[in-house]
């Protein structure tokens, strides 16, 4: 019996060096290719298109170097999963790669992302870069890892003809929460089958509840989400609570969507597709980068948005000081640690992001530039009437704590925000359920009571 | 003499060592790999993703004091117990005796019916039963018919729904399985029975269901340990959703796993939903060893 077994195992072991020894070769010399991945989605093809135009550019100063595009067809959600497990192996990990500004300390960390310093210093363009906008790119040990694409800025975007049937003067201008709330009301009471006022909850829509929701009332609260003096998550804020109660009167008033319809990861299309086009929706919290699915050739192309919508600052908690709050995120271009060609690598990044790519993109993304000359240039200041007053934003607004703590806390704040629309908890409640959660997610020691 | 007596015993093995090696390949590895993997604190991305620590059973310690893995276990129980034990198998069961009942062209009908769900990939099935019960869904239409009020089905209450979707999905699987079965009882024996003066329950109860119990056992390991592995169906319908309803165990496990990137603690979970899977699959084999005294 045992002698049996041992043969098995032996032949088994043969079987394993056998496969083992079938490794694929490695592809001729002179025959290169870099392998480019990014976001691609039915309603986000400007930076398909980006990198088309940059493959042909590129491609044709370089004989013999085939640009291999990967687009990876998935929400935010799910781009950066498939993006994390491809970089986890060398043999997967694409050379140059799509890379959301709060991933890149993690990411970084991780050993995913080439420094780029030393190339950097050599490319004449890299000083009509934004400075804000470089330090996205930024890892803790002050390197340089990844080069912005574009930055976005959070208002409250409001249908003018739904204001107007309410009675609501125009320009709209709100001053404070009570402001807001009194307005939506105002909406209510004069057309019932409108929702008046929407801020994202709960976490269906995941990134899309902090940063067009509960973030630009928690930091127009004074409080804060992260203290960067003390490196230290802030629990047991009055902001914190009182933001959670300003969700809960919005919905259960049904002054936003029903909680159900919240829930929905799909609710944000029907917010830009279906409700503001057919005036079912007067105002909500949305990205710089709406009409984007608006204009001409956009993925809810609507004619004539630009005279039915308005865009106005979201207010601090009582108008205090700077009077306006706004969250700011966007993407890079990054670089793969292990890629064979880094320089190659580099160089594909360079062309992807010269003025006339970053011009054709910001334009058709509606992103705020982050290069001087395309900030410059006409063709980006009339791309639609609202790109001055989404730029001006960048004053007041903030940036996301990306530790590699943040995916957590993001969630837990998602969390309390859906227990507070379902009524399943109190604000109180809420807030003290996430206090625990943080202090479980990063250790007591790392919060601090503000 | 004696090599050549060893080459055929080592030939005999032959025919069944690609199954061995697939299995350890696709079987064995991520399994192994998994409870590994549950000892450290991978990542999917920072400083641990690549070079993961060694850290003991602290993710089973975590996994105990977490509030969400209690109502998980529940849920995947309710969710077992519900779908496959209850809904598939009772189903399954009745449909097989009563079509054997039925005149041909229902029982055809009603075959192809069953076995259509069964034949589209789970990924379209899902979006079936998303379409089916959403708030704009065919059962809202229908109910509307007659009056009812638009009920959020898939927020309201979303185990009854996945639930009934798997049930949907599942049971033509449980009915061939049984309909087979079925052929297989002696004739003779229900006819005994019959003239002893059985009635058509207690036919089924003392003679069919004891000579086909070996099947009824095969059944339910199958269909239990396909529904705990069950995922597409619940993230497509609920994504586990509203304040974790309806996380079960698998969907838990990618949640921790890819969406907040901890695959230690994900594969933790997904050791336990393993180990689960092993004791249902123990005790059912026990069930089919015990069939002859």
Known sequence: MLRRASKTVSLLAAAVLALAACTPGNPAEGNKTIKVAYQKTDSFTALDTMFQDAKKEFEAANQGVTVELQPIQGNDDDYGTKLALALRSPSTAPDVFYEDTFKVR????????????????????????????????????????????????????????????????????????????????????????????????????????????FYELLYGTGAGLYDPDSKKWVVGSTGFKDSLTFLKTLYSENLAVAPAEALDPNVWKKVFGEWFPKAKL???????????????????????????????????????????????????????????????????????????????????????????????DPSYQSANPFVKDVSGLVAVTRFRPATSDYPRISAAVQEATEAVITGSRTPEQAAADYDTAVAGIVGGDKTIRK | MAANHRTRQLLRYLPVLPAVLLLLVFLAGPVLWAFHSSLTNAGLTGRYARNPEWVGLQNYQRLLQDPVFP???????????????????????????????????????????????????????????????????????LLGQFGAAETDWLYTVPMAAVILANIWRGTAFSMLVYRAALDGVPAELTEAAHMDGAGPWQRLAFITLPVIRGSIATNLMLVTLQTLAVFTLIWVMTAGGPANGSTTLPVLAYQEAFKFGDIGYGTAVASVLILIGAVFGAAYLRLLRERKP
């Open chain 2, 71 to 141: 109502l998980s276990l529940a849920l995947t129980v309710l969710f077992v117990a519900g779908s496959a034990i209850v809904g598939q198998n009772v189903l399954g069961l009745a449909l097989a005796v009563l079509m054997r009942r039925a005149r041909p062209v229902v029982s055809a009908t009603v075959g192809t019916a069953v076995v259509a769900a069964w034949v589209l990939p789970e990924i379209v099935a899902a979006f079936a039963a998303y379409a089916f019960f959403s708030r704009d869904g065919t059962l809202n239409q």
């Open chain 1, 106 to 213: 993690s990411d970084v960390d991780a050993g995913y992302l080439l420094n780029l310093d030393g190339r950097l210093a050599g490319w004449g363009e890299w000083d009509k870069f934004d400075d804000a906008a470089k330090e996205a790119g930024k890892a803790d040990d002050g390197g340089t890892y990844a080069v912005p694409l574009g930055t976005d800025t959070r208002a409250i975007w409001y249908n003018r003809k739904v204001f107007e049937a309410a009675g609501v003067a125009l320009p709209w201008r709100p001053s404070s929460w009570q402001d807001i709330l009194d307005t939506a009301r105002k909406i209510k009471a004069a057309s019932p089958d409108v929702i008046p006022f929407n801020m994202y909850a709960g976490k269906g829509t995941g990134e899309g509840t902090v940063m067009q929701g």
């Open chain 1, 282 to 376: 007067g105002a909500a919290v949305e990205g710089s980068y709406a009409p984007s699915f608006w204009q001409d050739g956009g993925s809810y192309a609507w004619p004539g948005y630009e005279q039915e919508m308005g865009v106005a600052p979201f207010p601090t908690q009582n108008g205090g000081a700077p009077g306006a709050v706004s969250m700011s995120g966007g993407w890079t271009l990054a670089v793969g640690a292990e890629t064979k060609q880094p320089d190659l690598a580099f160089n594909f990044l360079t062309t992807a992001l010269n003025a006339k790519n970053s011009l054709a993109f910001t334009v058709a993304s509606s992103q705020i530039a982050v290069r001087s000359d395309v900030a410059a």
